[in-house]
């Protein structure tokens, strides 16, 4: 049964080994910051680094893994039905609107998203790695300079993965206007067996 996130929220959940999780983009246009911890050990954590070094590549995609900071295998991906994740970018925080945005007030973010809700699960601030988020389209120029596209994700696109160790995992609906075309909409999940 899919599961809703709704517009700049986020959840945490428990995932099985072997059990599959499809995160599904409803209305198009909408990342989905992603970060995974090891459920016996959560100071073992999803990695960037290990995962763009061990796969060999900064796109991530259909065949891929998702690599922990002990350099063991979190997760494969099964489909990628939009096929553009990032895994260069930090979850949006307050900082990141005040900085980026020049905006002094309260905004809600990834970040604030992905810790509370990983509090229960004892997983700090402090804790949290850099997410991989999916849907999220950035690009880079010659001279390597970043840029944050609209996401290419269309209504109804997914990426299906399968837990290769017990996880907790943690899930937001972004809350970057740039990141997502400057709207704010759900994100879906569903844990198959």
Request: charged residues 25%; glycine residues 6%.
């Amino acid at each position: 049964m899919e599961q809703v996130i709704e517009k700049q929220t986020g959840r945490a959940f428990r995932l099985q080994k072997g059990q599959k999780l499809k995160i599904i983009d409803p209305q198009g246009e909408q990342v989905s910051d992603m970060v995974l911890f090891n459920a016996e050990d959560p100071r073992e954590k999803i990695s960037s680094g290990k995962t763009l070094d061990f796969e060999e590549s900064i796109l991530i995609t259909k065949g891929n893994f998702l690599w922990s900071n002990r350099s063991r295998r979190m997760m494969e991906i099964l489909e990628d039905t939009n096929g553009r994740n990032d895994f260069l970018l930090a979850p949006c925080s307050p900082e990141t609107f005040q900085i980026m945005y020049d905006n002094p007030d309260y905004h809600p973010s990834c970040f604030e998203n992905l810790y509370t809700n990983l509090k229960p699960f004892g997983i700090e601030p402090d804790d949290v790695p850099t997410a991989f988020n999916i849907f999220m389209n950035v690009q880079f120029d010659e001279k390597g300079k970043l840029s944050v596209d609209p996401p290419l994700s269309k209504a109804g696109d997914h990426v299906l993965f399968e837990a290769k160790m017990d996880l907790i995992v943690a899930l937001t609906a972004c809350s970057a206007e740039d990141s997502n075309n400057g709207s704010f909409k759900p994100i879906h999940y569903e844990i198959i067996e």
